[in-house]
């Protein structure tokens, strides 16, 4: 059953500001102030929901959201209590409950019908040298430099993975480079849709929705790139697998309190799920094909960035292929365009231009 709760009644619950993605915090005590984040929201569904249905009707709903933001917090007390396999068991435990109610899952696959935009997908490097650079210097970190890699928001620290924007701004926030200084490159990436070809089915698990997003005008009129156009945010269903999803998405968009400490609290509830995506990914492998799994997630280096496009992340398969260092199922899936160098364009709108006029995409083990 559907409890088709209107527009105003659903904008209500997120009236506190506190309840608005990203957040900003302190830095002190991450547990408490997540058990003040849920509690605030799950009083706010319960005030809003008594308004507007029978407490019979409403009733299931409000236990299975209590349910969630109970698991999430024992996963994450369980990590700080230094038992991170018990950590990812809880939440692993919560994920086919949330998939009952999915919110969406965009298939990239051709093997699937696929309606809406095809994203410009982009990634940004640094680099030393004013040098040509092929396609793999701006593809995943290869596992002969393992140590490289450092704790990111979606995955563990010797861990690679393939971060993606959907605008060059918002690729340069995340690695906090400012054009000019120093020099940086840049390619434009394309999704491989042949099953044929690759054997590849992907998908992309939508957790990128704010509860502003909701708000009038914000979800039409494509602000900084922020275009649904695959998803009804008007939908009841939508509505409803949004509250399910929320405690989830908020645990995850957390701004980092001091991005100099070695250990990030904010990383806790992503990493796990990133961690599940691995599992996943890992379970269809018997089967005859890949599984990709991504995430599409707002920025959360910054209120400003998280209005600037959309991330995606993508793991690695563990697999490495017979001549390069690098995942063959992600080498399969994308196409990337020869990297340009940001420094030779007088600003970032142009240079993403220039990557969006590209035509020449190939895969990074193509000559």
Known sequence: MILNISDPNFKNIFQDES????????????????DNLFNTYFSAVKEEYSRVFPPYDAAAVL??????????????????????????????????????????VYKKSCTELWTGRTPNLFRVSRVDRYTPYGRTRIFHTPYNLRSKVSSCR??????????????????CEEIQYIPPHGFAIASRFEFERNFERNHTEI????????????????????????????INLRSPEVRKAYLLWYPLIA?????????????????????????????????????GYNRLIGIRYFSCASVRASDLGFNYVFPVSGKAMPSL???PVLAESFK??????????????????ALKCDRDLKFIHEV
């Open 336 to 353: 990337v365009t020869v990297p340009q160098f940001i420094n030779d364009y007088s600003d970032l709108d142009l240079c993403e231009y």
């Open 251 to 287: 645990a995850s968009s957390f701004i980092r309190a001091d991005k100099s400490d070695p250990f990030a609290p904010e990383y806790i509830v992503p990493q796990l799920l990133m961690q599940w995506v691995r599992n996943e990914m890992a379970d269809c492998q018997q089967y």
């Open 19 to 34: 309840l608005l993605l990203p957040i900003r915090w302190s830095g002190e005590d991450f547990l408490t102030h997540l």
């Open 63 to 104: 236990r299975k959201i209590r349910k969630i933001c109970n698991s999430v917090k024992r996963a994450v007390k369980h990590y700080l209590d230094g038992f991170p396999a018990t950590a990812y068991k809880t939440l692993s435990k919560l994920m086919p409950s949330l998939q009952e109610t999915p919110l969406k």
């Open 203 to 230: 998908d992309v698990i939508e957790l990128a929705i704010k509860p502003q997003d909701f708000f009038e005008g914000r979800e039409t009129d494509g602000f900084h790139g922020r275009i649904f156009d695959e």
């Open 154 to 171: 979606y995955s563990i620290a010797g861990f690679p993975s393939l971060y993606l924007g959907t605008s060059l701004a918002l690729c």
């Open 325 to 327: 260092p690098y995942c």
